[in-house]
């Protein structure tokens, strides 16, 4: 209950001015003046006032409002170290026990750090939890927040903080806890593929450890070296980019007797490896209608160097112009073919015969090209089928078909056979899902006999069309049909040739997302998603192996043909092994290096400021007389004015807030009283003026 006087006018407040200015003027006048009766006014002036003002005593009934009191959980990664939980979970039943006893105390418990978000869990951030949990809460009625913490937050405020009450932080773990770590100090994203590539590294102590260390250094999962660092020193290392897309590189530093974690002893970098333009030669037989289709892809893709040459002069041709008078220039074979022939990743052969040109031994020396790791394509014209074809040549024995012969001039629509609608080279292809399929015919096919390899699609009655197969280390396409060039040329609409022709090359250059056979894996915030290219129909699950050597299976499904996917959401940050078949991945899945385990020692020291600002406090759980238990102190409400914490105490605000449940009235100047105070004022004025 609490009283209270408030002014109710029966009219308006300019109104009420307008009356009683004017006759306070006069009684005042009166008194000045010293006129009989002047009090008499005054009196009655005072009652018609009150009656005017109508005074009314507030009878309120208010309900104390409770403080809301935070109470903050550390559940990060970090804290899954060693007792940490234990001592987490003793600490939030003891705090919740002791604020239970007082009923001025609304308490929030909120756990931070073990969301789904790559963030909460790459990050400590129980500021942010703490905003979250009193946003609803007026500042006048938060009584205080206690932290269960190891003290690693990264969201401390700097400076002065926002909030306005004591803050408590009870901190986890141990005093001279010990641990060592490694990072990248300097790990450019870019490398070339087969190129040296610079970084640095440093390995970090917490004891003021000192001394040499051994690093190991592995690269997509395969160690390449044993490093010696010193603790506390920038460390040089220097790789090689082995392929092109993502790489992994790993730090691995040996582990201390008595460490916290050996998830630190880990750093991890990606460098996506970028390839050297590529060196094609493109060798045309002679010119012909579809020749710069082939030129104009390859000089169009940023990543090629083409070397393009046209026979326009046979050997054989002799019609009698002097050497001096030609401008045609020679064709350098034994440059191109014996001293840097090594230098290509591709050669192609568009409509080429043998004609003397090239010495018979230069096939020879092309073939086994092929067997070490080069790329050869065929695009074979009706030479493939004559007399002078380049399967009569030492070459045959890298070819995946011979011809029979036969050219077949028919009209026809290109369509993938059943493996190519799995292979990469020719999956997808725009069009290829309609039948016919959306695209221009062809009306030429050269006919082979037993091809070799794989017949990713067929031509004129059903006839291989485009053959791929690998010979050795190396690999081999065969096109059986000049008629590309219809679809450069937009006929019947054209077709997917760049698509196509870039898939080709780009396969028999060994580029990864091409393979057959390819497993990968990434991680997309807290998810490790796997992807399995194969052309089996189906590759069983893969087995996943996290970062702290547990086990489990992710089933793939089918996602189109040729691919199949499967996904699972992840709970530790960090690199993860997985495998299908002979196939291994690997995938790193969070924020590379994050802050969650760059420092993992218990510390009181980064909360301490903050806490003392506010008038809290900072101590850790841990009894020193006796480690496995814990030491809580007492709560105790005080006043806003009052201290906030003591040696074995902790205080919290209690708030002044209430809320207003009923109001009585009680009227002073009101009804017959009012009425009867009035009339006498008014009367004893007329009676004094009578006299």
Known sequence: MSWSLSLEPLLSWPLVVAVLVPLAILAAAGLWLRQRGSWFRLAALVALALALLNPV???????????????????????????????????????????????????????????????????????????????????????????????????????????????????????????????????????????????????????????????????????????????????????????????????????????????????????????????????????????????????????????????????????????????????PTRELFVEKINQFDLIIFDRYQHRDVLPILYYDYIAEYVEKGGALLIAAGPEYAGESTIARTPLMSALPALPDGNVIDKAFYPRLTDLGQRHPVTRGLEGSSAEPPHWGRWFRTIGIGRPEGEVVMKGADDRPLLVLDRKGEGRVGMLLSDQGWLWARGYEGGGPHVQLYRRIAHWLMKEPELEEERLTADGRGMVLEIRRQTMRDDPGPAQVITPTGKKFAVRLQKSEPGVFTGSAEVGEIGLYQVGNGDLTALAHVGPVNAPEFQDVVSTPDRLKPVAEATGGSVRRLETPSAPSSIALPSVVPVRASGQMSGDDWIGLRTTDDSVLKSVGRVPLFGGFLGLGLLLLALGSMWYREGR
């Open 57 to 331: 005593f507030l009878d309120e009934d208010r309900e104390p409002l409770k403080s809301v009191v935070a109470v903050v959980v550390d559940r990060s990664q970090s804290q899954d170290i060693g007792d940490r939980t234990k001592q987490t979970d003793e600490a939030l039943a003891g705090v919740k026990d002791r604020l239970a006893r007082f009923k001025q105390f609304d308490v929030r418990v909120v756990e931070a750090g073990k969301g789904g978000g790559a963030d909460e869990r790459t990050e400590t951030r129980l500021f942010s939890a703490l905003d979250n949990a009193l946003r609803d809460v007026p500042p006048s009625r938060v009584g205080g927040a206690i932290m269960i913490t190891d003290g690693e937050v990264h969201d401390v405020p700097s400076g002065t903080p926002d909030f306005q009450a004591p803050l408590h932080a009870l901190v986890t773990g141990h005093e001279h806890e010990k641990d060592r770590r490694i990072r990248f100090e300097k790990a450019p994203r870019f490398g070339l593929v087969g190129k040296p590539l610079d970084m640095t590294y440093r390995v970090l102590a917490s004891d003021g450890e000192t001394g040499p260390v051994e690093v190991r250094v592995s690269v997509n999962g395969e160690q390449i070296s044993v490093e010696r660092a010193f603790i506390g020193q920038e460390m040089p290392l220097q790789i090689t980019i082995p392929g092109a897309g993502r790489n992994i590189v790993e730090l691995t530093a040996a582990t201390e007797n008595g460490e916290l974690t050996e998830t630190n002893n880990h750093a991890v970098a990606l460098v996506d490896g970028i390839r050297e333009n590529l060196r094609v030669l493109l060798v045309s037989g002679e010119p012909h209608a579809g020749e710069r289709t082939w030129r104009n892809l390859l000089k169009s893709d940023a990543s090629v160097d083409l070397v393009h040459f046209t026979i326009l002069r046979p050997p054989e041709k002799q019609d009698g112009t002097p050497i001096n008078e030609l401008s045609l220039i020679a064709f």
